[in-house]
């Protein structure tokens, strides 16, 4: 199993829904052993995983999860699955599910547990045989590179005016941008976030240089303690969450420096908490989603080091991921972003010209989370990699999100 979590955005380019992509199947190795197991867990809604280790909870708050289940899956026990919170889920389908007198009963079944439907990958052609099913749907998604996307958004909104639009696969900045101006679309969704545009004459906000100035003092070997812990006391917020974290180290919570608190973390552990918190505190001012793509891969990356045969490489896989979005941060090219920050020779390869093995995880970790599974499976079958691998640390690495930001 293969499943990545996909950010849906408004007009205002926030982040106000999720959509799981899933892949029951390791393309490329099971074609190569002639696998024929397609029908195996077949009432299983595929990549549910995602939302029992992500917790749907840390996700919502405002927004909708798109889980998508199949003409068969669409008879299990969803709730039992662990989609156990309906009005935050909205039950993606698509035309294989017929306007049928059986399908149209457990869709009416469904949505009085409290789950709503979406449609995808209908032909236009046959929006009016449909009509029973679009009836029952709140939402339809409109694949942007394969439609007559203003066609489509003129049709639906007159045969169906409540339906509401999601316009996908949009891949650049100019294509969300049109889109916004025509209107008429309530969600975007596609790889057109990992392109931002940079402005590289903006100031650094005070704050900031100090994030950047303490990045740059425990990125250096050898690090002074002392010297780092001068910088923290500059921050209110950042001593507040050290002390919080020493404290529940001792049971003496008599920490009366932050000093006193640095020495008692200790360097690696101070290191890897102010890498984690100021990289957090970066991304405050910008779409919580950074925050969470910026987190989730610095896990993602340092979990996959021992799968990528890379495990003298770990700590360093983790600076990769969480450094990987400062670029959007602060809004500064990459490689001036490294300069700032001093990152060890290897990870500013990597980030800035996608060379050395560290970019090949780095590569791999993109092309997961843009759901590009067929590159996936490619990069798994060329390192021998096993896909449950792979999913068991995405899910770790979900798990390790939720349990940070919770904290």
Known sequence: ???????????????????????????????????????????????????????????????????????????????????????????????????????????????????????????????????????????????????????????????????????????????????????????????????????????????????????????????????????????????????KIVNRMTVNSGIKTVRNAAAMLGQDELKHWINTAVTKELCSDRPSEITRVSLIRARFAELLAPIFHMENLSQELFLMGLFSVLDVVLERPMKEVVEMISVAKPIANALVNGEGEMAEVYEFIKAYEDASFQEVSRRMLLANIEMNDVYEAYLASLSWYRDLINL
């Not at 849906?8 to 106000?16: G, L, P, Q, S, T």
């Not at 996700?59 to 199949?70: A, C, H, N, W, Y």
């Open 1 to 243: 199993m293969l499943a990545a979590l996909i950010p849906m955005f408004d007009k205002n380019m926030a982040v106000k829904a999720y959509s799981i992509v899933a892949q029951k199947n390791d393309l490329l190795r099971d074609a190569l052993k002639g696998s024929s197991g397609m029908w195996d867990s077949a009432m299983n809604v595929e990549g549910v995983e995602v939302i029992a280790n992500m917790g749907l909870e840390t996700l919502v708050d405002d927004r909708e999860v798109f889980i998508p289940v199949s003409h068969v899956s669409l008879y299990g026990d969803i709730k039992s699955q662990g989609v156990d919170n309906p009005e935050k889920v909205v039950l993606l389908i698509d035309s294989h599910v017929e306007p049928t007198e059986a399908y149209l009963r457990r869709i009416l079944l469904l949505r009085k547990d409290g789950f709503r439907f979406a449609m995808r990958h209908l032909p236009l052609n046959e929006v009016g045989n449909y009509k029973p099913v679009m009836d029952l749907m709140d939402y339809v998604f409109l694949d942007h590179q394969n439609v007559d996307i203003e066609k489509a958004r003129r049709l639906f909104h007159t045969i169906f005016p409540r339906l509401k639009l999601v316009a996908t696969d949009v891949g650049r900045p100019v294509e969300y941008e049109h889109l916004v101006q025509i209107g008429g679309f309530d969600y975007y969704e596609g790889k057109f976030f990992r392109f931002p545009r940079h402005a590289k004459d903006k100031e650094l906000a005070p704050l900031k240089v100090t994030y950047l100035e303490l990045l740059k003092i425990v990125n250096n070997p050898d690090f002074d303690l002392t010297t780092a812990a001068d910088v923290i006391e500059k921050d209110p917020a950042l001593v507040f969450e050290l002390l």
